[in-house]
């Protein structure tokens, strides 16, 4: 996400970074640039004109264009706009109600509603540790309720039996005594979704509030529909009381332009990103994140809850152990390797990192791509416990047998030995607290010449 206006504003930010001294003309034509940009991200004009008018007279104070880094202090301005922009911090999921409850989802038909929900009530279950039931009010679409049942029953989730022919308010009323006999401490409302707004959804929405009273009403919206999205964000504010809205396909957005513009034209919270197909793929929002991201300055706070999300405390400490003792197994890498598939792959661990746009053109050059991972797995899976615990003992006879057993050739199995030599003397040197070469420039390049 982020992608093509992260690379924007690189441009923009390397030539603002070389001046020793900024003129108004030079702050002129970076902030064209950034207005383009945002532009180009699909950001909404009024939120585009509104950003620059607020970043202007701040970038062509005296004290930046005397300044000694006057680009570094642009992109401050810059960052802290950004931040206000999409939100200035994370709203917290409201739960401040007498149990179970009541949340409601909403939207256009297609963004992502059914699944989202399964999402969400799986991230309060494992984050917040409360019991939940979903409810499908989807009496339209075809199917729409069965799927729903079956995402609860493939994640054993619980889910409000169907009872063929009745009515949204219906089972509103017998969700809530459901969940009070079940035990349920929250129920989630997938409500019925149109190809486009209309006074019928918009009525039967406003009688679904009225009859569960939600402490929270999540708008669904679809990432990839841009500015599209920030005006049915709209739209719903001014028919129920909206509290806070979950951007789905995040992760096919390049653009980025709802998640920038939908706080400003909406006035309420982007508090969820959904980023991928699976039902672990949702992300709390966080705004001081998503900016570091926009800017290239990488997200590794989060790139750490993420990668802790799916390691068992008993794999956490084992990591940590060989980190502090500096010894780095085979096995240690295997780990590395499977996480990294649960995390994206390749790609989605490095839009975490900082000055990701040079990472991926060391990438590119390298020859690296997705399917390294999966033929460095089969590598170590080919070999003895023994040559996993000590790469050291790997001969010639060995590398031809290991070569065989993962359908590659000697020619690589040299290379991931090389490959894993120089991150054992990265771990070591992590271990000693020296990351000299770990820098916001990205990744080594020798780490890079050892895989062409």
Do not use: W
Not at 168 to 177: M, V
Request: glycine fraction near 8%.
């Amino acid at each position: 996400m982020f992608e093509n206006l992260t690379n924007k504003f690189e441009e923009v930010f390397s030539s603002l970074k070389k001046a020793p001294s900024l003129d108004e003309k030079q702050v002129d034509e970076g902030l064209r640039g950034i207005r383009q940009a945002l532009l180009e991200a699909d950001v909404t004009l009024d939120v585009a004109k509104q950003f620059i008018e607020n970043v202007k007279p701040k970038a062509l104070g005296q004290e930046i264009i005397r300044s000694t880094s006057p680009g570094q202090i642009v992109v401050k301005i810059v960052y802290d706009e950004l931040v206000k922009l999409l939100g200035e911090k994370n709203e917290d999921i409201n739960l401040n109600a007498v149990p179970p409850v009541p949340m409601m989802l909403v939207g256009l038909q297609g963004s992502g509603k059914t699944t989202t929900t399964a999402k969400l009530a799986k991230f309060l279950e494992k984050n917040k540790k409360k019991k939940i039931m979903m409810v499908s009010l989807d009496v339209y679409r075809p199917a729409a309720q069965e799927q729903l049942k079956s995402l609860g029953e493939q994640n054993n989730i619980l889910t409000l039996p169907i009872i063929e022919g009745q009515l949204p308010p219906d089972i509103c009323r017998r969700a809530i005594s459901a969940a009070n006999l079940n035990g349920a401490e929250i129920i989630l409302f997938d409500t019925a979704g149109r190809t486009q707004i209309d006074l019928q959804m918009m009525s039967e929405i406003k009688q679904i509030e009225s009859i569960i009273k939600p402490t929270e009403t999540f708008l669904v919206a679809d990432s990839l529909t841009g500015q599209v999205a920030a005006e049915v964000a709209k739209e719903f504010k001014n028919t129920v009381n909206l509290t806070g809205i979950i951007l789905t396909r995040a992760d096919g957005d390049a653009r980025g332009g709802a998640a920038v513009s939908m706080k400003y034209v909406s006035n309420v919270p982007i508090k969820f990103l959904g980023i991928g197909e699976k039902i672990e793929n949702i992300e709390v929002f966080h705004p001081d994140r998503i900016a570091n991201r926009i800017l290239g300055m990488g997200d590794i706070v989060s790139l750490v809850e993420k990668a802790s999300q799916d390691l068992s405390e008993e794999n956490l400490k084992k990591t940590e152990e060989n980190l502090k003792k500096g010894s780095f197994s085979m096995e240690d890498y295997l780990t590395q390797l499977r996480q990294m598939k649960k995390m994206g792959g390749i790609e989605g661990v490095m839009s975490f990192l900082p000055g990701v746009s040079k990472i991926k053109s060391q990438m590119d050059k390298a020859g690296v791509d997705e399917s390294i991972i999966s033929q460095n797995e089969a590598i170590i899976l080919s070999m003895t416990k023994k040559e996993r615990e000590n790469p050291k003992i790997i001969d010639g006879s060995r590398r031809k047998r290991i070569a065989n057993g993962s359908g590659t050739d000697v020619a690589t199995i040299n290379k991931l030995l090389k490959q894993f030599k120089m991150m054992s003397e990265m771990m070591k040197k992590m271990s000693k607290g020296n990351l000299k070469g770990m820098t916001d420039k990205g990744i080594p390049p020798e780490l890079f010449n050892q895989l062409k």
